[in-house]
């Protein structure tokens, strides 16, 4: 009791962090949920229940359809629960009401559906997802344009990772291991994520290219959502105002860009995935709502409602990716168990499939419990 009287006392649950996390998983959740609800009408499936949040309703409204819209007490997540559903998880089929439907009724029924439709209504939730983030990535650009700064070495550190690899002030870098370097924020990210790797760095040096192998530095750097291991080069940007441009993107290279910024969420998700299994990533990383809602607040003060929304397209991908791996209760649970009816011919029986879904349930109950420790930990610290 007295820590939680000292993370209140230190404004940890002040409005400052809840409003902004509150406003970013809403429209995360919603997004998500959203996909599955269009699929299923597309899909000629009945919607019962569409929920921000779980628990007691506060306030909802039913639409001509039939479908109750409600936002929940506790909203950390949301469901859709269709026709024929068991729970609001999908966690099999309600006997007792299929019992009570018409033929007509039983034909919109979600568990009447083929194996190709039910794994589009539900593959649609994390799709949404990701579709949301390439849209917030690319309007944010197409709107507001891109500032670019030249990837020039401006200053090189004493004892360096760069120094060491005979990288020298005025260098342009070109391209790192073949990949083509753009600007000074493509370089810090191919560096990065390659620590203690020998790179091939091409530079333009006064007009020739010269080819360097530079090992970035493994650094540990602290951050809102905890201790990252990046790579380090020791350069420090241009401070020249002509290396700074904005660039302008159409919908089509807008498009594109919000592409390439989802892409690289994923990439960075499973890169830190792999390492955490090799032991070269730390757990800490992993965040829950309490850290969530710190950085919230964090980049609602200093960013503001871009900001905002640019962590929103984030937190997207992440519960899309998240959402899809192959554990009962998540939705890549559910399309596993339809990949095992594909191939066998007929579903996993009732028993099997409610064994599974507990054994998801009870993942996914002790990775919350772990993230929230993870968080309390974490925000401790900062005290």
Not at 44 to 73: M, P, Q, Y
Not at 225 to 232: A, C, H, L, S, T
Not at 287 to 311: C, E, F, K
């Amino acid at each position: 009791m007295e820590f939680l009287a000292t993370l209140w006392n230190a404004g940890a649950f002040l409005p400052a962090y809840i409003l902004p996390f509150l406003f970013v998983l809403t429209i995360v959740v919603f997004v998500h949920e959203l996909g599955h609800f269009l699929v299923a009408r597309w899909c000629g499936v009945d919607v019962k229940v569409f929920s921000i949040g779980f628990g007691r309703e506060l306030f909802g409204f039913n639409d001509r359809h039939g479908t109750r819209w409600r936002f929940a007490l506790i909203p950390l997540g949301g469901y859709v629960k269709f026709s024929g559903d068991a729970d609001a998880a999908s966690a099999g089929t309600d006997s007792a009401e299929m019992g009570t439907m018409t033929p007509q009724q039983r034909e919109r029924s979600f568990p009447a559906q083929s194996i190709g439709e039910r794994a589009a209504i539900v593959a649609a939730g994390p799709i949404a997802n990701f579709l949301l983030a390439i849209l917030i990535f690319g309007a944010s650009v197409y709107v507001f344009g891109k500032p670019v700064l030249a990837p020039r070495v401006d200053q090189v550190v004493a004892g360096s990772a760069a120094e060491r690899g005979g990288l020298r002030a005025g260098d342009l870098v070109v391209s790192i291991d073949g990949r083509a370097i753009a600007s000074f924020s493509d370089m810090q990210r191919a560096i990065s994520v390659r620590p203690e790797e020998t790179l091939t760095v091409v530079v333009d040096r006064a007009g020739a290219l010269v080819t360097l192998p530079v090992t970035p530095a493994l650094v540990e750097q602290s951050t809102p959502v905890g201790k990252q291991r990046i790579g380090v080069l020791g350069v420090q940007a241009s401070r020249q105002a002509s290396d700074w441009q904005t660039q302008r993107f159409g919908l089509l290279e807008s498009a594109k860009v919000g592409v390439g910024e989802t892409w690289y969420v994923v990439e960075r998700t499973y890169d830190y995935l792999a390492k955490l299994v090799r032991g070269r990533e730390s757990v800490d990383q992993l965040s829950g709502p309490i850290r969530i809602a710190q950085v919230s607040g964090i980049v609602a003060s200093n960013s503001g409602l871009m900001g905002l929304l640019n962590l929103a397209a984030i937190l997207s991908v992440s519960i899309g990716l998240m959402n899809l791996f192959p554990v009962p209760m998540l939705d890549g649970g559910h399309l596993m168990f339809y990949a095992i009816e594909a191939l066998r011919g007929r579903p996993l029986s009732d028993r099997a499939q409610e064994l599974g879904f507990r054994f998801g349930l009870g993942l996914v109950l002790m990775l919350m419990l772990f993230v929230t420790w993870n968080d309390l930990v974490h925000v401790r610290s900062l005290l």
